[in-house]
């Protein structure tokens, strides 16, 4: 399966042994940013643009764009974390992975995440199961 969506950052920091965690993780949280804008003061029309793309071994295998709003359907998850892109704890709201996995009928046993700036990282499907 393939998510392609914000833009993710700099993963020098964290070491190669809790990477899967670390970039579950980290995709929760991208995918947190994406729909954060939803519930700020942008438009309505803001939230009717694709900013997710799901693809690969998924129900139907046709790939499936998802909106801000569409997003939200699925379920609103919140965390308040420290990451290296922010200056102080923030707070991520948005679908847990494994919802959305679900919600997309994923099969499969890896995530390919594919970042704006064309940064590509696996991660093993069981770590979006398996972290909250």
């Known amino acids: 399966m393939r998510l392609e969506w914000c833009g993710m950052g700099n993963f ?3 070491t190669r ?3 899967a965690r670390r970039a579950a993780v980290i995709l929760a949280i991208c995918l947190a ?3 954060a804008g939803a ?3 942008r438009s309505a029309a803001a939230s009717d643009k694709p900013v ?3 693809s690969g071994a998924i129900a139907g295998d046709v790939p499936r764009t ?3 709003a569409a997003l939200k359907r699925i379920g609103m998850t919140g965390v308040s974390t420290d990451t290296p892109w922010t200056r102080r704890t923030t707070f991520f709201e ?3 992975l494994r919802q959305l996995l679900d919600h997309v009928g994923a099969r499969g046993d890896r995530i390919e995440a594919v970042a704006l700036n064309n940064y590509r990282v696996e991660v093993p ?3 979006a199961r398996d972290y909250d």
């Open 12 to 14: 020098d920091r964290f």
């Open 17 to 19: 042994s809790n990477l």
């Open 33 to 35: 940013f994406v729909v």
């Open 39 to 41: 519930f700020g003061t």
């Open 52 to 54: 997710l793309v799901v």
């Open 66 to 68: 998802f909106t801000r």
């Open 94 to 96: 948005g679908p847990l």
């Open 125 to 127: 499907i069981e770590d």
